[in-house]
C-alpha cells in the first residue's frame, strides 16, 4: 500500500520561498498512470489543489497559483517537491500530498494522502 509524508519547515517568513517535500513508500511516483499532487486547507476554508506532477514528469498548476509554484520530482529518492515563492501570511495552511488517478484531486476519497503538514507564514 502507497504511503506518502510530507517534511518541511512549519514556518516560513512572508516573501520566502516555501519548500515542501513528500516522500513516497510502497509504490513508485513513475507508475504509470498516477498523478502526484499538492493539496492546500487554510484555516476554517476548504481544499484546495494547488498542481500536480504526472508518472511522465509533466506538470499542472491551479490558474490561481500558477505564477508562484513548481512542482519537480527526485526519482532517485522517490520523492517530489512543491515551491510555492514570494508567500504572504494567506499561504498558512495545512499542505498535503497525494496519489491519485486524476490530475486534479479535491477529497480525501479521491486516491492516497500523506497526514499533513502545517506551515505558518510569518514574520
Known amino acids: 500500500q502507497v504511503q506518502l509524508q510530507e517534511s518541511g519547515p512549519g514556518l516560513v517568513k512572508p516573501s520566502q520561498t516555501l519548500s515542501l517535500t513528500c516522500t513516497v513508500s510502497?509504490?513508485?511516483?513513475?507508475?504509470?498512470?498516477?498523478?502526484w499532487s499538492w493539496i492546500r486547507q487554510p484555516p476554517g476554508k476548504g481544499l484546495e489543489w494547488m498542481g500536480a506532477?504526472?508518472?511522465?514528469?509533466?506538470?499542472y498548476y491551479s490558474p490561481s497559483l500558477k505564477s508562484r509554484t513548481s512542482i519537480s520530482r527526485d526519482t532517485s529518492k522517490n520523492q517530489f517537491t512543491l515551491q510555492l515563492s514570494s508567500v504572504t501570511p494567506e499561504d498558512t495552511a495545512v499542505y498535503y500530498c497525494a496519489r491519485a488517478g486524476t490530475i486534479v484531486i479535491v477529497t480525501p476519497s479521491q486516491g492516497s494522502w500523506g497526514q499533513g503538514t502545517q506551515v505558518t507564514v510569518s514574520s
Open positions: 506532477i504526472a508518472y511522465s514528469g509533466s506538470t
Open positions: 510502497g509504490g513508485s511516483i513513475t507508475t504509470n498512470y498516477y498523478y
